[in-house]
């Protein structure tokens, strides 16, 4: 008995597409796969200069703490560096002091108010009565 060659033709277009899905499918694994690999590898780069900028951060820190301590002497073309850094230090700690303030400022309200508030209870004056 012979196939329909409707039913053949449908089921050739069919596996045609299939076909297609398929290859499609494996490209788009590999562009997934290809992209996964690039953001792995650039997460790890990240990492690593993390790594080198807290290195360097740290071993800037250790030079400029013993060039203030006067055990390091660095050549005339590092001043402006070290000018910079100063004036940012200093910037940070008047920052730090002008925090200092608005804190003690903030506690110094609060215990005025406390006291306010302490004092009002005992101010002899006679508590207002309900109204029945």
Not at 59 to 78: D, H, I, M, N, W
């Amino acid at each position: 008995m012979a196939a329909d060659p409707k039913q053949s033709e449908t089921l050739r277009q069919l596996q045609e597409a299939f076909q297609a899905a398929q290859t499609q499918m494996a490209q788009l694994r590999q562009q997934v796969e290809k992209h996964a690999e690039l953001a792995r590898v650039k997460t790890q780069r990240d990492f690593i200069q993390s790594e080198k900028d807290r290195a360097l951060r740290e071993l800037g820190e250790a030079v400029f703490k013993q060039v203030q301590k006067g055990r390091l002497e660095l050549p005339s073309t590092f001043a402006p560096l070290l000018k910079a850094l100063e004036q940012v230090q200093q910037k940070a700690e008047a920052q730090a002091r002008e925090i200092g303030d608005l804190l003690q400022e903030g506690e110094e309200a609060a215990q005025r108010l406390k006291q306010k508030n302490a004092g009002g209870a005992n101010s002899g004056v006679a508590p207002r009565t309900k109204k029945l």
